[in-house]
T-cell receptor, first 108, second 115 residues
Framework: RKEVEQDPGPFNVPEGATVAFNCTYS??????FFWYRQDCRKEPKLLMS???SGNEDGRFTAQLNRASQYISLLIRDSKLSDSATYLC?????????FGTGTRLLVSP | EAGVAQSPRYKIIEKRQSVAFWCNPI?????LYWYQQILGQGPKLLIQ????????DSQLPKDRFSAERLKGVDSTLKIQPAKLEDSAVYLC?????????????FGPGTRLTVL
């Protein structure tokens, strides 16, 4: 079983739609969780950290369910510029473990 | 503030040849990471340096890959000899602190094609 698993997509949504991605992780001792965004042929960039109580940053909401070992990212009112690959990242022992990413395509 | 610099941006070599990549982290960042990202996959950590010491190299194929960070600043990653399956983007990242909790900033990567 992979340490971090994501649905690769692509998720095709129209502008203005709400879309959600899930990610599961296998190491119950994991302590920190993140979502990174990676544009085509670019480097990954931190989108947001994920806290146990859930957190929101504008149109983006991240949630963590430790009991079920999954993380979610909700994007409301999708914009064309949200088209990218979203990487779920889990901190293992002193290192980050990246999922394969979920590709999002927002169309006009 | 300047970001993480990497060179070259692209490299094409034939199998069994050698290649080296260079990374200059953000000034003052103690921790430096090399990742390999194969097409369609997430980045995989190859090696992590804390200043000029190795913290984690458990996923580095040591029979052909080597990395060093002399003087705790710039770093080079070498592949010798290269195999077809080494075709990937090699990303360098740096962070102020260690342990992965601190934000990692990635460079633009070096896209390696092995023919």
């Amino acid at each position: 079983r992979k340490e971090v698993e994501q649905d690769p997509g692509p998720f095709n949504v129209p502008e203005g739609a709400t879309v959600a991605f899930n990610c599961t992780y296998s190491n119950s001792a994991s302590q920190s969780f993140f979502w990174y965004r990676q544009d085509c042929r670019k480097e990954p960039k931190l989108l947001m950290s994920v806290y146990s109580s859930g957190n929101e940053d504008g149109r983006f909401t991240a949630q963590l369910n430790r009991a079920s070992q999954y993380i979610s990212l909700l994007i409301r009112d999708s914009k064309l510029s949200d088209s990218a690959t979203y990487l779920c990242v889990v901190k293992g022992f002193q290192k980050l473990v990246f999922g394969t990413g979920t590709r999002l395509l927002v169309s006009p | 503030e300047a970001g993480v610099a990497q060179s070259p941006r692209y490299k094409i070599i034939e199998k069994r040849q050698s290649v080296a990549f260079w990374c200059n982290p953000i000034s003052g960042h103690a921790t430096l990471y090399w990742y390999q990202q194969i097409l369609g996959q997430g980045p995989k950590l190859l090696i992590q340096f804390q200043n000029n010491g190795v913290v984690d190299d458990s996923q580095l194929p040591k029979d052909r890959f080597s990395a060093e960070r002399l003087k705790g600043v710039d770093s080079t990653l070498k592949i010798q000899p290269a195999k077809l399956e080494d075709s990937a983007v090699y990303l360098c990242a740096s962070s102020l602190l260690s342990g992965g909790v601190d934000t990692q900033y990635f460079g633009p990567g070096t896209r390696l094609t092995v023919l």
